[in-house]
């Protein structure tokens, strides 16, 4: 299987700040890797697809890169509604596997 | 936009069968491939599996032996069924539709099931 880390687990921030979340996978996989935004009870939402892809309707300070095993997702301009917990997803290969999160919360 | 909203016992006992059904609405059920994911606090998020409208599926090894997945399109519906569940299957399921690529683009609003006798 791959393994998904992700650092930091969680970091403090205030509005308007820019923050980056990590994403390391075992093994290179291209780019497929997915993130998505989860809030407290509620479902994951995707955000980011094919590394860098900006699904629909996600607003453009969420961004994405990297390719092989290392990648990033970067909030710029931090708002209050983008204080949740970040996941990371390999989609490169079964089973499929996510990072166990990073959660962004008010400084 | 597609829509899911997943159905099941919110309770189930220690070595009986888990069962939930997923209902699409707002999209065709063969555009999509459809999958299944728990989240508990012990293990984070967890793919279980996918089903495609033609019946074939992809399971999670570590639960293939245990797991078995149905799909109806003429009810546009999904199902999952985990067999011998213990405490360790307590969590919130989610189903979701992939529209290409194996990333998760619509979930359901989720449902906890706990083990419990």
């Known amino acids: 299987d791959i393994q998904m880390t992700q650092s930091p687990s969680s970091v403090s921030a205030s509005v308007g700040d820019r923050v980056t979340i990590t994403c390391r996978a075992s093994?290179?996989?291209?780019?497929?890797i997915a993130w998505y935004q989860q809030k407290p009870g509620k479902a994951p939402k995707l955000l980011i697809f094919a590394a860098s892809g900006v699904q629909s309707g996600v607003p453009p300070r969420f961004s994405g890169r990297g390719s092989g095993t290392d990648f990033t997702l970067t909030i710029t301009s931090l708002q209050p509604e983008d204080f949740a917990t970040y996941y990371c997803q390999q989609a490169s290969s079964f089973p499929l596997t996510f990072g166990p999160g990073t959660k962004v919360d008010i400084k | 936009q597609v829509q899911l909203h997943e159905s099941g016992p919110g309770l189930v006992k220690p070595s009986e069968t888990l069962s939930l059904t997923c209902a699409v609405s707002?999209?065709?059920?063969?555009?999509?491939?459809w999958s299944w994911i728990r989240q508990s606090p012990g293990k984070g998020l967890e793919w279980i599996g996918y089903i495609y409208y033609n019946g074939k599926t992809e399971y999670n090894p570590s639960l293939k032996s245990r797991v078995t997945t149905s799909i109806d399109a003429s009810k546009k519906q999904f199902s999952l069924n985990l067999r011998s569940v213990t405490a360790a299957d307590t969590a919130v399921y989610y189903c979701t539709a992939t529209l290409g690529g194996y990333k998760f683009d619509y979930w359901s609003q989720g449902t906890l099931v706990t083990v419990s006798s």
């Open positions: 707002g999209g065709s059920i063969s555009s999509h491939y």
């Open positions: 093994q290179g996989i291209d780019d497929w």
